[in-house]
């Protein structure tokens, strides 16, 4: 019942810029805090971003601090990471995944729920 679909990754040039979406369903979206992770082929899967249940509260990996913004919009059931300044390393599999109601864990066995990823590419 539980769903995450995310979307709008893509091809970008090194310097661009995503936006990635989550649409959620099947659960009350604005208890949970939610994250995104992402995963390149032969590598562990690692933190993004997270952000709490209101949106107040946001968590950043130190190797998009800056550059990432993780927002949410509980009225439309959605979870949102904008991608500025986008280098080569950030080419992965990007996942959004359902927290808990004021976590910002960065350790992925926190979230119970994950959608079927996009992918990112950044490439000249």
């Known amino acids: 019942q539980v769903q995450l679909v995310e979307s709008g990754g893509g091809l970008v040039q090194p310097g661009g810029s995503l936006r990635l979406s989550c649409a959620a369903s099947?659960?009350?979206?604005?208890?949970?805090?939610m994250g995104w992770f992402r995963q390149a082929p032969g590598k562990e899967r690692e933190f993004v971003a997270a952000?709490?249940?209101?949106?107040?509260?946001?968590n950043y990996a130190d190797s998009v601090k800056g550059r990432f913004t993780i927002s949410r919009d509980n009225a439309k059931n959605t979870e949102y990471l904008q991608m500025n300044s986008l280098k080569p390393e950030d080419t992965a599999v990007y996942y959004c995944?359902?927290?808990?109601?004021?976590?910002?864990?960065?350790?992925?066995?926190?979230?119970?729920?994950w959608g079927q990823g996009t992918q990112v590419t950044v490439s000249s």
């Open positions: 995944a359902r927290g808990t109601s004021s976590g910002l864990s960065i350790r992925a066995y926190d979230y119970g729920y």
């Open positions: 099947g659960f009350t979206f604005s208890r949970y805090g």
């Open positions: 952000v709490s249940w209101r949106g107040l509260y946001t």
